[in-house]
């Protein structure tokens, strides 16, 4: 595996300093031979995740054989590390293993991928995986009692399956997130099951969890689709920007250092190589807390835990507070005489410092913000320098900043307004209409699924104190996964450019598209109206779905129709659920109410 790759590198690197002063301090190498042991003995895990994430569909009687292989490779590699095939990196090693498992990729269909060698192949099964869109099976549960007995009489197999049942439902959730997830919830099968009411006390110790899996989950989702499609310069703004604000008394040139480690660690992180995720995000934790004293005195408690819950807790740490004698403004960029030169000197860290002086000024404002306004400052340099007299043109800079956030706002206002005044149903179905509109060519699951993500969205957010923030940060998530991680979609013209626009201004894209007018609806439509007595017997988080569904499909049908005119047909059906579901014969019932009216 890759580990052992690198054992070697370092080998290379102490016969190297015999020549050349490198800096290799014994705290790395013990830092590097912690990481190392903690991968070697996690094998079986690692192999879960990047197998079940690359091939999602794969049986986990499958899997199992793959462990074995890996398992093996490692203690052939432990005991003679001068083998040749040990030298490969384990992404490597893994494709191959898993390209000469017989019969395997012909009934996973991902022969073309074995086909290809080195980057290619890499990058080929990076986009073989499937979003959440497109692998749907529930996920399989089990009593508690039963899963009390699983865990204690097959722990090991167990827990594999657990992860392995996470990691093929989360294909681009990085490999120390899940691990941390495996983690936590052995923790809570070790405490639930000794409890008498295992059920509550799984609901309550699990919820948290899948809490941070999503959390995590969406956000490194978002920034690898925006590394994927817009390239490193928008990965390494949108860290400054979030550790600017998490962490704004750290210095410029600390927390460069900082971003460039975080940066490259998406490289490994997003493509899937599970080693070399690990073994980067441990380098960073590293760095931040051998910094401490740099970057925040928050970190300290965080940095006394083992390395995996390192990350997690820094990932929901608060915010430190800011230096007590930050300005309101930092001079340098609007109001001195000398910014266009400043930027000539090196335009990407001149714009990366503008983004770190205002996150740290504006923790209040969300990330997409953030990036707005540094786009908003970079255009208008670059107008401004070109004029005679630059400083005059960008003296007014904050106005313009300013005249962002507040559109910003005004939309979150608007998102905010219509929940407190819909409620949550209400809400729900106001915006299953207007998202159909905008996209009637998405699958009627995918926009009931988005419908939801929203309204989740304005629940959580719109009754806290940082109401605008929350909004936006996490819209902006649902709007990322929406565009795709590892794939661009094609939709109609209008989203496909939103998506491919300037991430940082995608949701005032989407806000400001109407209805699509080049779309035609199927002529089959009328089977979806088609209703059966099952609809009457269903439980209501199913008959909830089922209208949802019916909304949907309504609008898709009538998409010229107005909001007003297509509530009142909905309503007209809920009013013939009700109805038909008392009457004798409910599907002639239906029929009646619903086709007749739809299709007359
Ligand atoms: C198999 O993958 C190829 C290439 O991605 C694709 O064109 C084809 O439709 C896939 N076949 C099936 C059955 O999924
Ligand atoms: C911009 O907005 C901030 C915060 O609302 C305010 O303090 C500042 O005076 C505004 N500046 C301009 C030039 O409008
Ligand atoms: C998606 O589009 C972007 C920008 O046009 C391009 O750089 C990228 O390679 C495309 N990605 C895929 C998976 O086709």
Do not use: W
Not at 58 to 78: G, H, P, S, T, W
Not at 540 to 566: C, I, S, W
């Amino acid at each position: 595996m890759k580990q052992l790759e690198l054992t070697s590198f370092v080998l290379f690197l102490f016969f190297l300093t015999e020549s050349l002063p490198l800096p290799t301090k014994p705290q790395d190498a013990d830092d590097f031979s912690v990481v190392q042991k903690f991968i070697e003995e996690n094998v079986e895990y690692i192999t879960t995740i990047v197998f079940a994430q690359y091939i999602q569909e794969v049986a986990f009687e499958e899997l199992q054989v793959m462990i074995n292989n890996m398992v093996e490779y490692r203690d052939k590699c432990v005991a003679d590390r001068t083998l040749p095939e040990c030298s490969k990196s384990a992404n490597e090693i893994f494709q191959e293993k898993t390209c000469s498992m017989e019969g395997l990729p012909q009934k996973y269909n991902f022969s073309h991928c074995c086909n290809k060698v080195d980057f290619e192949r890499r990058l080929c099964f990076f986009y073989n995986k499937k979003g959440d869109g497109e692998f749907q099976s529930p996920f399989p549960t089990l009593e508690p009692e039963e899963k009390c007995q699983a865990y204690q009489n097959v722990r090991k197999p167990y827990l594999h399956s657990y992860v392995y049942e996470v990691a093929r439902r989360n294909p681009f959730v990085f490999a120390p997130t899940l691990l941390t997830v495996a983690a936590n919830f052995e923790e809570v099968a070790k405490a639930c099951c000794e409890e008498q009411d295992k059920a509550t006390c799984f609901r309550a110790k699990a919820a948290p969890i899948t809490r941070y899996l999503k959390a995590s989950s969406s956000y490194q989702k978002t920034l690898c689709g925006a590394y994927m499609k817009f390239g490193p310069k928008i990965l390494k703004s949108i860290n400054v920007a979030v550790f600017s604000q998490k962490f704004p008394k750290v210095e410029f040139k600390e927390l460069l250092s900082l971003i460039e480690e975080i940066s490259s660690m998406y490289d490994g992180c997003c493509e899937g190589d599970a080693v070399q995720c690990i073994r980067d995000s441990a380098k960073v934790m590293n760095h931040i807390c051998s910094k401490q004293d740099s970057i925040s005195t928050k970190i300290k408690d965080c940095c006394g835990k083992k390395m995996l819950e390192r990350a997690e807790c820094i990932f929901r740490l608060n915010r430190d507070d800011k230096p007590k004698d930050l300005s309101a403004r930092e001079p340098k960029f609007t109001d001195s005489k000398n910014a266009c030169q400043e930027r000539d000197i090196n335009p990407d860290n001149f714009f990366a410092e503008f983004t770190y002086e205002y996150s740290r000024r504006h923790q209040d404002l969300s990330i997409p913000e953030i990036l707005r306004i540094s786009q908003v400052y970079e255009d208008l340099l670059g107008n401004c320098c070109n004029t005679e007299n630059p400083q005059d043109c960008y003296s007014h800079a904050e106005e313009k900043f300013n005249e962002t956030t507040e559109k910003s706002l005004k939309i979150v206002k608007q998102e905010c307004d219509s929940f407190q005044n819909l409620g949550k149903e209400d809400l729900k179905y106001h915006l299953l209409i207007r998202m159909t509109k905008k996209v009637p060519q998405l699958s009627t699951e995918e926009l009931v699924f988005l419908g939801k993500e929203m309204v989740t969205v304005l629940t959580t957010c719109c009754t806290q104190s940082e109401e605008f923030a929350c909004v936006d940060n996490l819209a902006d998530l649902v709007l990322g996964e929406f565009c795709g991680i590892n794939k661009n979609r094609t939709i109609n013209p209008a989203v496909d450019h939103c998506c491919l626009t300037n991430p940082a201004f995608r949701r005032h894209c989407f806000e400001s598209l109407e209805a699509d007018k080049t779309y035609v609806p199927p002529p089959t439509s009328r089977d979806l109206f088609i209703f059966h007595t099952d609809l009457c017997q269903a439980p209501n988080e199913e008959l909830q779905k089922k209208k949802d569904r019916f909304l949907v499909n309504l609008v898709k049908l009538k998409p010229g129709f107005a909001d007003q005119e297509l509530r009142s047909l909905f309503l007209t059906f809920t009013a013939a659920v009700e109805k038909c579901c008392k009457a004798q014969e409910p599907e002639a019932c239906f029929n009646e109410e619903v086709i007749s009216f739809l299709f007359h």
